[in-house]
């Protein structure tokens, strides 16, 4: 007779969760408090209030950073899909920097951050993005 011991698969399971990023401790950080803004130890990131609280006592720094990589996937998504595409490259470009910004524009009123942020990011990250889309139809590539 063979006893398996589950707690290992559990164990297993849970750290397979953590690493696909499927936790909600991997992105708020409840376990693991590494990163530039790290949460609070015990941070209850269920709670609104804290989380807003939280947010509000951010740096401009770390929606900066926000904003940068918002601009960056943009820019990369317009510029990479209209340089691959074989005809229309500039509508290519413009649906694949769109999708991006539609996900930005879902994160950034989803939750409550400042109006600067928002205001700035969306702008950032449209022009950013057309920009891209612009500069990947206007290139030859062969």
Same mark, same amino acid.
């Given at each position: 007779?063979?006893? *398996? ?13 953590? =690493? ?15 990163? %530039?803004?790290? =949460? ?10 804290? =989380? ?5 006592? %951010? ?8 904003? +940068? ?9 317009? %510029? ?19 999708? +991006?910004?539609?996900? *930005?524009? *879902?994160? %950034? ?17 449209? +022009? ?15």
């Amino acid at each position: 007779m063979h006893i *398996v011991n589950w707690s290992i698969f559990e164990t297993d399971f849970w750290n397979i969760n953590q =690493l696909s990023h499927c936790s909600p401790d991997y992105y708020y950080g409840s376990n693991d408090q590494r990163g %530039l803004y790290p =949460l609070p130890v015990g941070f209850d990131y269920t709670n609104r209030e804290n =989380l807003l609280q939280y947010m509000n006592n %951010l740096p401009n720094q770390a929606y900066i950073i926000i904003t +940068v990589s918002h601009a960056i996937a943009a820019f990369a998504a317009g %510029l990479i899909s209209s340089l691959v595409s074989d005809y229309s490259r500039i509508t290519t470009g413009i649906i694949a920097w769109s999708i +991006v910004f539609i996900f *930005v524009m *879902v994160y %950034l009123f989803t939750y409550e951050f400042p109006t600067w942020f928002v205001i700035t990011d969306t702008l950032v990250t449209g +022009v950013v993005g057309f920009l891209g889309a612009i500069i990947g139809s206007a290139r030859y590539v062969s």
